[in-house]
């Protein structure tokens, strides 16, 4: 009894190894196959609860940014244009845009931030905030 149960242990030690050798490679495969910049835009706290910030990428809607959310993905390196309007939109305030240029392999973050007189802006950001994945935009 005392060997089976040796047996059945040392079976479930090698299938967990086994599990988080294939874990790894996945995640690391996953990284090496994008190309490209990372391209993380957070949402700042400071408008409220019931605003969502939509994101568009050279005029492609990609996400709706509800609070403690972010949208994270991968862009084509070179020139972009990084859009954010807040919905639902009672002051009427126009899209701010923000011309960018990405380098491959890069990492960039922003934060949609609220101000008084423009409305939500993109400002660029040097730390990641922990949060939730933003509600992605099927393509067209």
Not at 3 to 22: D, E, G, M, N
Not at 37 to 61: M, S
Not at 89 to 101: A, K
Request: net charge positive; aromatic share 8%.
């Amino acid at each position: 009894m005392n060997s089976r149960h040796y047996s059945t242990s040392k079976f479930f030690q090698i299938l967990v190894f086994a599990c988080a050798i294939f874990a790894t490679a996945t995640q690391t495969q996953a990284r090496e196959s994008h190309t490209g910049a990372r391209l993380i835009v957070q949402r700042a706290a400071n408008f409220g609860t019931e605003v969502v910030v939509h994101l568009k990428i050279d005029d492609r809607k990609v996400a709706e940014i509800q609070r403690d959310h972010r949208y994270e993905g991968f862009v084509s390196a070179g020139r972009h244009v990084l859009t954010v309007s807040p919905m639902p939109n009672v002051e009427r305030r126009r899209p701010t845009s923000l011309r960018v240029t990405m380098r491959s392999g890069g990492t960039y973050i922003f934060t949609a931030t609220w101000e008084p007189d423009r409305g939500v802006v993109l400002r660029r950001t040097t730390t990641s905030v922990e949060a939730a994945p933003a509600k992605t935009v099927p393509a067209h």
